[in-house]
């Protein structure tokens, strides 16, 4: 790749600021994997399908093999590497190691980070809002018995844990 | 067959893999940062099959950032040919290039290699180079394939049945004869793909001072995928090590060398240079293995009752355009087990395998999964015809425990197995009677409520014999080493390849269990062949088993070592009177076990 193609960017990530050099044709999951060495974030379809590359721009869900790293000045990105603070699973991660809601892994950080956002939104979601939520990560592992599960365990777990917070 | 009373199997214990899983610290292939790797990418036929005329990369090469640009004729000097030739009656011998040079055999065929700085750089130049292809008419299901008519998919071969197996046991026709009535069914599967969500990759590292490759790649077979690459590469096993970390699924995928990952290391020894390449899902689509596609028909000879007289198959299979696999071994293996847990002794097969223009299958999940679909499907037809109850019918035919060992009509011998048990605490825990009144009182207001019954004896593991007589690379055999560190944790290893079953949880239990300790203390090794013992690796449901089991053993034998070394501490030489439990020796006393003031970290 020549030089002329490259652009400095700063991205916002995990709130970290970072310089990085790149041609403005590189996805956000290349920038994400490489320049900021997050493996995390994974490649599973580079075409929108699968939901394995789901990060959050500014609170929100995003295929980060659909947008482009240049696009990212000014938005803060989350990916998975944020979710557990300081060594401690979320609740729903807790709650999908827990609830058996994960085999292989690879789909996994797509999940978490697609469903840290829907709970937010929705605290006391049913199993059918949950179902259809999911419908955009695709499993190949699970069957998705056990991911649904850990989800309605993790709001629940989150409504007291908030319960208890503004107690 | 009575069981060992567990102390630690058994028990549900969180997965040992989950924490690095759930917070994106797993490695994957694509994960591993290799600097100065260079990128590969594949240019693939378009045609189902044509014939390659000529090719033109010039223009690729001047591609910005293009290192080299190969093809088949260049790969043919840097590897050998694949040849899948095992003595099988009946199973024509297949030789297959590296890359294709005379022709393309399916749309999607990778047809030349352009390896460049960036990946992004080398699909650019893949769009840049030209292929001169003449369109050959295709093959594309299975009863055109067997037309003598039809394109040759591989000239070589005297035709596309490229397996062929028949065998009759007892007089399956003359039972026919006898029957009340003679029960005929088809079935037919279209083909499937495995699909895991981590697409096939790898990066191939050479070392020219040592002679030796590293090769990271996701793989359920690591040993066996290590003899086939260095025998490609014409190397010896030691110039060899792969390494397997965490694979995002197989499901049978991921046990072949495919022609992409031998070219990657082929041309990271040629050019001296690291070589990475992953793939995309349209390229997982395309041209990783496919499975099944199968056409099948049984005829079951019955009494009145039911009872199976004689059974013959007929399978039909649309292997693809190449053998990745010998083209015997999937459907045959269901021919031999078909008959399972159910008595009949007169029974035949004629197992057709045929080659298509489409990408070569593999197993998938449960490869021989359709043996319970065509043996109970079968009995639910004798039953729809004769008017009979599916579960009476099962009854009448399958083994009762005392009928064990029994020698199955293809030679197999079933012992130790629980198919009667198992059905009959299936329908007493359905409450069987119950639902066929809900049933009945369903329709009659229209609600229509199904049950189904399934039982299947499958092979789980094969010794070394069959692994050999059948072509499948590798000794056959499992080991396994466990090794006991001076503060008493475990490190142990078995050469299996993990793709998400959480072997690192559960082979921890089977090392708990035949020493003693707590599974915390253990710590499993796997998916590295300088680390693992050689292995035939995770496929067919093999890895509780052979894996599992010599785990399981050799543990066991660490565990009657530790206390020989323990009653020498203690003074005692009755052994049996020890035993390791929770890493802490205990001597039976008065009947009673009681700590002794050895540990596992004394010894």
Same mark, same amino acid.
């Given at each position: 790749m020549s030089s002329m193609d490259q652009q400095v960017i700063t991205l916002t990530v995990n709130g970290e600021n970072r310089d990085v050099s790149v041609a403005p044709r590189k996805l956000l999951v290349d920038v994400l994997r490489e320049d900021c060495r997050l493996t995390g974030t994974h490649v599973g379809c580079e075409h929108g399908v699968c939901g394995a590359c789901t990060v959050l721009v500014d609170g929100r869900p995003l295929r980060a093999c659909l947008t482009y790293a240049i696009q990212m000045e000014g938005h803060e990105v989350l990916t998975i590497e944020s979710v557990a603070a300081n060594g401690k699973l979320s609740p729903l991660q807790q709650a999908l190691h827990e609830e058996h809601g994960l085999q292989c892994g690879f789909c996994t950080p797509g999940i978490v980070m697609t469903f840290e956002a829907f709970l937010r939104q929705n605290p006391a979601p049913t199993e059918d809002e949950i179902r259809e939520a999911l419908s955009g990560n695709l499993c190949r592992c699970t069957g998705y018995q056990n991911i649904v599960k850990a989800i309605l365990k993790a709001a629940t777990q989150m409504r007291l844990d908030s319960d208890y917070v503004a107690s | 067959m009575s069981l060992p009373e567990f102390h630690y199997i058994g028990k549900a214990l969180p997965r040992k893999e989950d924490y690095r899983l759930l917070t994106g610290h797993g490695c994957y292939v694509d994960d591993l940062e290799v600097p100065g790797a260079l990128h590969a990418c594949f240019v693939r036929s378009p045609h189902a099959h044509a014939r390659i005329l000529a090719f033109d990369v010039k223009l690729a090469l001047a591609m910005p950032g293009v290192v080299a640009v190969v093809t088949g004729e260049d790969l043919a000097q840097w590897t050998t040919r694949a040849r899948m030739a095992?003595?099988?009656?009946?199973?024509?011998?297949?030789?297959?290039?590296?890359?294709?040079?005379?022709?393309?055999?399916?749309?999607?065929?990778?047809?030349?290699?352009?390896?460049?700085?960036?990946?992004?750089?080398?699909?650019?130049?893949?769009?840049?180079?030209?292929?001169?292809?003449?369109?050959?008419?295709?093959?594309?299901?299975?009863?055109?394939?067997?037309?003598?008519?039809?394109?040759?998919?591989?000239?070589?071969?005297?035709?596309?049945?490229?397996?062929?197996?028949?065998?009759?046991?007892?007089d399956p026709k003359g039972r026919q004869r006898d029957a009340h009535r003679v029960v005929e069914r088809t079935f037919a599967m279209h083909r499937q793909t495995h699909l895991p969500i981590e697409t096939r990759g790898c990066i191939a590292i050479w070392d020219e001072g040592r002679s030796h490759l590293t090769f990271h790649v996701g793989?359920?077979?690591?040993?066996?995928?290590?003899?086939?690459?260095?025998?490609?590469?014409?190397?010896?096993?030691?110039?060899?090590?792969?390494?397997?970390?965490?694979?995002?699924?197989?499901?049978?995928?991921?046990?072949?060398?495919?022609?992409?990952?031998?070219?990657?290391?082929?041309?990271?020894?040629?050019?001296?240079?690291?070589?990475?390449?992953?793939?995309?899902?349209?390229?997982?689509?395309?041209?990783?293995?496919?499975?099944?596609?199968?056409?099948?028909?049984?005829?079951?000879?019955?009494?009145?009752?039911?009872?199976?007289?004689?059974?013959?198959?007929?399978?039909?299979?649309?292997?693809?355009?190449?053998?990745?696999?010998?083209?015997?071994?999937?459907?045959?293996?269901?021919?031999?087990?078909?008959?399972?847990?159910?008595?009949?002794?007169?029974y035949s097969y004629d197992v057709r395998v045929v080659l298509s223009n489409k990408v070569g299958n593999g197993p998938m999940r449960a490869p021989m999964a359709i043996t319970s679909w065509l043996?109970?499907?079968?009995?639910?037809?004798?039953?729809? /015809?004769?008017?009979?109850?599916?579960?009476?019918?099962? #009854? !009448?035919?399958?083994? %009762?425990? @005392?009928?064990? =060992? $029994?020698? +199955?009509?293809?030679?197999?011998?079933?012992?130790?197995?629980?198919?009667?048990?198992?059905?009959?605490?299936?329908?007493?825990?359905?409450?069987?009677?119950?639902?066929?009144?809900?049933?009945?009182?369903?329709?009659?207001?229209?609600?229509?409520?199904?049950?189904?019954?399934?039982?299947?004896?499958?092979?789980?593991?094969?010794?070394?014999?069959?692994?050999?007589?059948?072509?499948?690379?590798?000794?056959?055999?499992?080991?396994?080493?466990?090794?006991?560190?001076?503060?008493?944790?475990?490190?142990?290893?078995?050469?299996?390849?993990?793709?998400?079953?959480?072997?690192?949880?559960?082979?921890?239990?089977?090392?708990? /269990?035949?020493?003693?300790?707590?599974?915390?203390?253990? #710590? !499993?090794?796997?998916? %590295?062949? @300088?680390?693992? =013992? $050689?292995? +035939?690796?995770?496929?067919?449901?093999?890895?509780?088993?052979?894996?599992?089991?010599?785990?399981?053993?050799?543990?066991?034998?660490?565990?009657?070592?530790?206390?020989?070394?323990?009653?020498?501490?203690?003074?005692?030489?009755?052994?049996?009177?020890?035993?390791?439990?929770?890493?802490?020796?205990?001597?039976?006393?008065?009947?009673?076990?009681?700590?002794?003031?050895v540990s596992l970290a004394d010894v």
């Open positions: - | 095992p003595p099988i009656e009946g199973l024509q011998p297949m030789e297959m290039d590296t890359l294709p040079i005379d022709k393309v055999r399916f749309q999607g065929d990778p047809v030349a290699c352009v390896i460049a700085t960036d990946r992004y750089l080398a699909e650019d130049a893949m769009e840049q180079v030209r292929v001169d292809y003449d369109p050959l008419p295709a093959v594309t299901d299975m009863w055109q394939a067997l037309d003598p008519a039809a394109p040759r998919v591989d000239e070589t071969l005297s035709s596309n049945l490229v397996s062929h197996q028949h065998a009759v046991h007892g793989t359920q077979v690591p040993h066996p995928y290590r003899t086939t690459l260095a025998g490609r590469l014409r190397l010896s096993e030691s110039q060899v090590t792969v390494i397997s970390q965490d694979v995002g699924g197989g499901f049978g995928q991921k046990i072949a060398l495919y022609r992409e990952e031998l070219t990657v290391a082929a041309m990271a020894r040629h050019l001296k240079r690291p070589i990475r390449w992953r793939e995309d899902r349209l390229e997982n689509l395309l041209s990783s293995s496919q499975a099944r596609e199968d056409a099948c028909l049984t005829r079951a000879a019955v009494d009145a009752q039911g009872r199976l007289l004689s059974l013959e198959l007929e399978i039909l299979e649309d292997f693809g355009a190449y053998s990745f696999y010998p083209g015997n071994y999937l459907a045959r293996v269901v021919a031999m087990i078909l008959t399972g847990p159910y008595k009949v002794q007169d043996m109970e499907g079968t009995l639910d037809a004798v039953a729809r /015809e004769l008017a009979l109850d599916p579960l009476d019918v099962r #009854r !009448i035919n399958m083994l %009762h425990a @005392d009928e064990l =060992p $029994y020698r +199955m009509a293809t030679g197999e011998l079933l012992a130790d197995i629980t198919p009667r048990e198992t059905l009959e605490a299936a329908v007493a825990a359905i409450g069987y009677e119950d639902f066929r009144k809900r049933q009945q009182e369903g329709r009659a207001r229209g609600a229509y409520l199904g049950l189904g019954i399934c039982t299947v004896v499958e092979s789980t593991t094969y010794g070394s014999q069959f692994y050999k007589a059948a072509g499948i690379a590798g000794s056959g055999h499992e080991a396994a080493w466990l090794r006991i560190e001076p503060t008493g944790v475990v490190n142990a290893s078995v050469g299996l390849g993990a793709t998400g079953q959480g072997y690192e949880t559960s082979l921890a239990h089977a090392v708990a /269990e035949g020493l003693g300790v707590s599974t915390e203390c253990v #710590r !499993i090794y796997l998916g %590295h062949t @300088d680390i693992a =013992p $050689y292995g +035939m690796g995770s496929r067919g449901a093999r890895g509780g088993t052979a894996g599992g089991g010599t785990l399981y053993l050799c543990a066991q034998e660490a565990q009657s070592k530790v206390l020989a070394i323990a009653g020498t501490l203690l003074g005692t030489t009755e052994l049996n009177a020890l035993r390791l439990r929770d890493s802490q020796v205990e001597q039976m006393i008065d009947g009673l076990w009681v700590a002794t003031t």
